[in-house]
């Protein structure tokens, strides 16, 4: 099992920019991917980028693509997301998860068996 803790959620106005962070433990020797996911309410819940656990491959949602960036720090454990350019269409609750099995492109939630508590993402207009 790995455990995820997510940090860096909040309020920021529109065109802001916000930090989200995830530190993976556990056995993290056998992650294969990572990602960030989202769920908005009364939405389900959806993918926005993943990254390969050695950071050499990246997918995104069109939806962010140019504004959010996934990066991961392997001395640390830890992936990011870079968000900028907010919209009020990014409010959701944000996830980490991870998945043992490689994932290719964005995938879905189905496929990731670890994640994290989730941590809220509210963009004011």
């Known amino acids: 099992q790995v455990q995820l803790v997510e940090s860096g959620g909040g309020l920021v106005q529109a065109g802001g920019s916000l930090r989200l962070s995830c530190a993976a433990s556990g056995r993290t020797f056998s992650t294969s991917t990572m990602g960030w996911f989202r769920q908005a309410p009364g939405k389900e819940r959806e993918s926005i980028a993943t990254?390969?656990?050695?950071?050499?491959?990246?997918y995104y949602r069109d939806s962010v693509k140019g504004r959010f960036t996934i990066s991961k720090d392997n001395a640390k454990n830890t992936v990011y997301l870079q968000m900028s350019s907010l919209k009020p269409e990014d409010t959701a609750v944000y996830y980490c998860?991870?998945?043992?099995?490689?994932?290719w492109g964005l995938g879905s939630a189905g496929m990731f068996g670890n994640w994290g508590q989730g941590t809220q993402v509210t963009v004011s207009s």
């Open positions: 998860a991870a998945s043992m099995s490689r994932v």
């Open positions: 990254i390969t656990w050695a950071g050499t491959e990246t």
